[in-house]
């Protein structure tokens, strides 16, 4: 296996929504912004000009994230997860906490987020804990809340 460490692990509905949004920011999203800039300008006196100092700092903050969306997607690689029986980056770890409730995580960097499902980055306490466990084991990490243990009841691999 080569090393894809410096790699962003994405899934393909990932993949495809950060794709979408970087579309949609550089076409209507820089429309709209030099649209509102234009009229803002339309109003006179720049230096004095509250909506125009507001739409150029809208056009700063879409433009730092399209960089962001490029960085992120040049970066990124969509690949199949193994089912190894080992919590790793593309899995849903069920666990269970100390007071008896399960939790399912999915262990994947934040670019992964799905709604209505935990995430666990692989960055985080938590997700670095978790990954390499395998039902039965018990993981313990430390976060700013104190030390939290979850025994491992189940892994599957990711499928959405």
């Given at each position: 296996?080569?090393?894809?460490?410096?790699?962003?692990?994405?899934?393909?509905?990932?993949?495809?929504?950060?794709?979408?949004?970087?579309?949609?920011l550089?076409?209507?999203?820089?429309?709209?912004?030099?649209?509102?800039?234009?009229?803002?300008?339309?109003?006179?006196?720049?230096?004095?000009?509250?909506?125009?100092?507001?739409?150029?700092?809208?056009?700063?903050?879409?433009?730092?994230?399209?960089?962001?969306?490029?960085?992120?997607?040049?970066?990124?690689?969509?690949?199949?997860?193994?089912?190894?029986?080992?919590?790793?980056?593309?899995?849903?770890?069920?666990?269970?906490?100390?007071?008896?409730?399960e939790?399912?995580?999915?262990?994947?960097?934040?670019?992964?987020?799905?709604?209505?499902?935990?995430?666990?980055?692989?960055?985080?306490?938590?997700?670095?804990?978790?990954?390499?466990?395998?039902?039965?084991?018990?993981?313990?990490?430390?976060?700013?809340?104190?030390?939290?243990?979850?025994?491992?009841?189940?892994?599957?691999?990711?499928?959405?």
């Amino acid at each position: 296996m080569s090393d894809n460490s410096d790699k962003t692990f994405l899934t393909p509905s990932a993949r495809t929504k950060l794709e979408d949004e970087l579309t949609a920011l550089t076409t209507e999203g820089r429309e709209r912004i030099s649209d509102r800039i234009a009229e803002a300008r339309a109003h006179g006196d720049l230096r004095e000009n509250a909506e125009y100092d507001a739409a150029k700092n809208e056009q700063g903050l879409m433009e730092a994230r399209i960089r962001q969306l490029k960085h992120i997607l040049e970066n990124s690689e969509v690949r199949q997860v193994e089912d190894s029986g080992r919590i790793t980056v593309g899995t849903v770890a069920t666990v269970v906490d100390d007071d008896g409730d399960e939790l399912e995580f999915f262990v994947a960097p934040s670019e992964n987020k799905v709604a209505g499902m935990l995430l666990a980055s692989p960055d985080s306490p938590l997700g670095a804990a978790l990954i390499g466990a395998t039902p039965g084991d018990v993981v313990t990490y430390e976060a700013p809340g104190g030390t939290f243990s979850y025994e491992v009841k189940g892994v599957r691999v990711y499928q959405g």
